[in-house]
């Protein structure tokens, strides 16, 4: 954790809440070593997660097209005034 803490801009107890619901869910393992808590990462789950996400990621790159597309249109309009 200590190391994570040093990479991120996030105190101690926020990347410990994290951590715990990585945990939760099944994306990291813990074992203990001495005071430490050393975490690792689980392959199996987030390649799961990954090809789930997949499944999406046409919908969401269309959507966020749209978007772009309605805020640049908000900004011309809005540089015409």
Do not use: T
Request: charged letters at 35%.
């Amino acid at each position: 954790m200590g190391e994570i803490c040093d990479r991120l801009p996030l105190p101690q107890p926020q990347v410990s809440k994290h951590l715990r619901v990585l945990r939760d869910a099944g994306l990291v393992d813990v074992r203990p070593r001495a005071q430490q808590r050393i975490y690792g990462l689980r392959a199996a789950p987030l390649r799961e997660l990954s090809e789930w996400l997949e499944r999406f990621r046409d919908i969401w790159d269309a959507r966020f097209e749209q978007l772009d597309d309605l805020l640049a249109e908000i900004q011309r309009n809005e540089e015409k005034r």
